[in-house]
C-alpha cells in the first residue's frame, strides 16, 4: 500500500500570485460615474436644480481624479480657441462676400 501525503495548496484559485493586487477597484472613478449617471436620471425625470447638483458633484470628482488629463486639456485649450476664432473668420468673411454679391445683384436687377 502506498501513502500519499496530501497537502493543502496555498492558492487554488488559478489566478497568479499578484493578481488581486492589481485588481483593486477605483472607488472615485466608480462614485463619478455613478453621480454623473444620476444627474443625468434627474434631470431626464424632471428635477433639474437636484440634477445639476449630482452633475457638478460627478464632473467635480472626475476632475479630481482625471488630474493629468484635465491639465493637458487645459493647456490645450488655447490652441483650439485659436482654431475656432480663425474659423470664425472665414465664416464672417464669406458671409460678408456673399452680402455684397447679393447688393449687387439686387441693384442690377432693380434698375
Known sequence: MVVVPLTKPEKSTGEAP???????????TMTAAATLAAGGALMVCGRPRAGLVAAATGMALTVLDQQEIV?????????????IQEVLGRVQDTIDDVSAQHERLHRALTQ
Do not use: I, Q, T
Open 18 to 28: 499578484g493578481a488581486l493586487e492589481s485588481c483593486s477597484v477605483n472607488w472615485v
Open 71 to 83: 491639465v493637458a486639456w487645459w493647456k490645450a485649450l488655447p490652441n483650439y480657441l485659436a482654431e
